[in-house]
Nanobody, 117 residues
Framework: QVQLVESGGGLVQAGGPLRLSCAAS????????MGWYRQAPGKQRDLVAS???????NYADSVKGRFTISRDNAKNTVFLQMNSLKPEDTAVYYC???????????WGQGTQVTVSS
């Protein structure tokens, strides 16, 4: 089993920064993808950013140039640095890890990010 613990959400003014962290523990296959999805009220859960164990990254168009994803493989931790936040970034952010062998996803409990205008 894999457990994910997120931290760093909160309330921030538009234009400000926020940094999310997510630590994975348990049985983790060395080849994997970690990342973040978000879900606003009444909307579907969408990919924000992902980073593979080889360091390759993927971003949603809406966050390119503002968000940066990174990871510490030794600690199985992924980070999301969010800059120039906008009210439309308000959502619950979910961390995930995908096992590169089984393709199974594991999810964190979610952390609320609220951006005030």
């Amino acid at each position: 089993q894999v457990q994910l613990v997120e931290s760093g959400g909160g309330l921030v003014q538009a234009g400000g920064p926020l940094r999310l962290s997510c630590a994975a523990s348990g049985t983790i296959f060395s080849i994997n993808v970690m990342g973040w999805y978000r879900q606003a009220p009444g909307k579907q859960r969408d990919l924000v950013a992902s980073i593979a164990s080889d360091g390759s990254t993927n971003y949603a168009d809406s966050v390119k140039g503002r968000f940066t994803i990174s990871r510490d493989n030794a600690k199985n931790t992924v980070f999301l640095q969010m800059n120039s936040l906008k009210p439309e970034d308000t959502a619950v952010y979910y961390c995930y890890i995908m096992n590169g062998l089984t393709r199974r996803n594991y999810w964190g409990q979610g952390t609320q990010v609220t951006v005030s205008s």
